[in-house]
């Protein structure tokens, strides 16, 4: 059963306005989250992260917003850009979890239109 | 600063081969390691991680196997592949955040396996 769900596989965005990727989770033990960019043949590289004591965390363009109560997390890109075209992935965890594991979902690929 | 290595970039090898992938980090001491693959339209399964020097912790069954020889070494291996081996092969290692209790993974570049 899948613990962290990206329920859309693709997402299709013009330059310049805004990008939302959604992820929801079903395990209510989870308390931290972080969302990963993969571009092809490369490494995901770490995005943000947001923790269940706050609702929002912003860096630049990239915000995420967690609604605890729902389960549920997004991840907003604005103003989209053509290089942000890419696999986006969730994932979670939970403090005294198994060794810093996390769960991931099976990720948003994001593309950008110029 | 710390970086993570892993070789080779892709592979290319015939059913029934051995299989060795070798990642190794730099700039830290005793991090936690894993091995994900990422097959092709899918998304990232943890197949092994470390906690330490010989402690290998298995999540799914599989033909594959992995070992830590020292602390910032990290192998995959196979003794005989299969043509569902083939995927993108990932190496991480964590780094705590704070006093939190809480951890972000930083990724390799990965190696592309090709089983035929």
């Known amino acids: 059963d899948q613990q962290v769900k990206q329920n859309s596989p693709s997402l299709s965005v013009q330059e310049g306005r805004i990008s939302i990727l959604n992820c929801d989770y079903t395990?209510?033990?989870?308390?931290?989250f972080l969302w990963y960019k993969k571009y092809p043949a490369e490494g995901p590289t770490f995005l943000i992260s947001i923790s269940s004591i706050k609702d929002k965390n912003e860096d630049g363009r990239f915000t995420v917003f967690l609604n605890k109560s729902a389960k549920h997390l997004s991840l907003h890109i604005v103003p989209s850009q053509p290089g942000d075209s890419a696999v986006y992935f969730c994932a979670a965890s939970a403090i005294g979890g198994s060794q810093g594991n996390l769960i991931f979902g099976k990720g948003t690929k994001l593309s950008v239109k110029p | 600063s710390q970086t993570i290595h892993q070789w080779p970039a892709t592979l290319v090898q015939p059913v029934g081969s051995p299989l060795s992938l070798e990642c190794t980090v730099e700039g830290t001491s005793n991090p936690n390691l894993y091995w994900y693959r990422q097959a092709a339209g899918r998304g990232l399964q943890l197949l092994f991680y470390?906690?330490?020097?010989?402690?290998i912790s298995s999540e799914v069954p599989q033909n594959l196997s992995a070992s830590r020889p020292q602390d910032r070494q990290f192998i995959l291996s196979s003794k005989k592949l299969l043509l569902s081996d083939s995927g993108f092969y990932l190496c991480a290692w964590s780094v705590s955040v704070g006093v939190s209790g809480w951890y972000e993974q930083y990724f390799g570049p990965g190696t592309r396996l090709t089983v035929t």
């Open positions: 470390s906690v330490g020097i010989g402690q």
């Open positions: 395990n209510s033990m989870f308390d931290y």
